[in-house]
């Protein structure tokens, strides 16, 4: 069975700082991974994906992510963030053999000050 | 937007009382999934459907039913709602059951249960 560990339940960072999300998974088989985005009232939004190829995954907004396979990470960056950028942000994880669920973490609350 | 609406958008209801929750899409993917977002808990699975009649129970399939008729329509529906059902759900469609697919959401219904 796949899991999803989110490491911080809230991130709060200032405007145009750097930041990273923390996200570690457990599986016993090869997985896909992802990041969600969502806005307040909103539903998710998928902000980048791991598929396979490049450990360093690049997506919407400026974000990016590394794939760590010795570790079981899947780490969320940006190098300077926005006010817009307050959201939740979910990382998740999906087998890549047959039909398989996609498994959430519980969700890192980004809170972007000025 | 990926072409989901899902109705009512916000509902109060009270115990005991059946409740049924609508997703529509007109994007004629074959996946479609029931989520429950909860504080702590990110999204987990209620059920999905792989097809016109065909169904299956997630991670916390307990109280609720679906059904699809159409491929365009997947109802969830409450046969009794308790206080514990009360939450934002959440539909998505997947164009395939690969675990590269992405899925995609709606924007939410916010049930309340008094």
């Known amino acids: 069975a796949q899991s999803v560990t989110q490491l911080d339940s809230q991130v709060p960072v200032f405007e145009e700082a750097p930041v990273e999300l923390r996200c570690n998974y457990s599986?016993?088989?090869?997985?896909?991974l992802f990041w969600y985005v969502q806005y307040p009232n909103q539903g998710l939004q998928l902000l980048l994906k791991y598929l396979s190829g490049s450990t360093l995954v690049k997506g919407i907004n400026g974000f990016e992510a590394e794939f760590n396979k010795s570790q079981t990470s899947f780490h969320l960056r940006k190098p300077s963030v926005h006010i817009s950028d307050t959201a939740e942000y979910f990382c998740?994880?999906?087998?890549?053999?047959?039909?398989?669920?996609?498994?959430f973490g519980a969700g890192t609350r980004l809170a972007v000050h000025p | 937007d990926a072409g989901i609406t899902q109705s009512p958008r916000h509902k109060v209801t009270e115990t005991g009382t059946p409740v049924t929750l609508r997703c529509h899409q007109t994007e004629n993917h074959r996946y479609m999934y029931w989520y429950r977002q909860d504080p702590g808990h990110g999204l987990r699975l209620i059920h999905y459907s792989y097809g016109v009649k065909d169904t299956d129970k997630g991670e916390v399939s307990d109280g609720y039913s679906v059904s699809r008729s159409k491929t365009e329509d997947f109802l969830l529906t409450l046969e009794s709602a308790t206080s514990s059902q009360t939450s934002v759900y959440f539909c998505a469609i997947s164009e395939g059951d690969r675990g590269d697919s992405p899925l995609h959401f709606g924007n939410g219904t916010r049930l309340t249960v008094t």
């Open positions: 998740a994880v999906r087998g890549s053999g047959g039909y398989n669920k996609l498994i």
């Open positions: 599986s016993s088989v090869s997985v896909y």
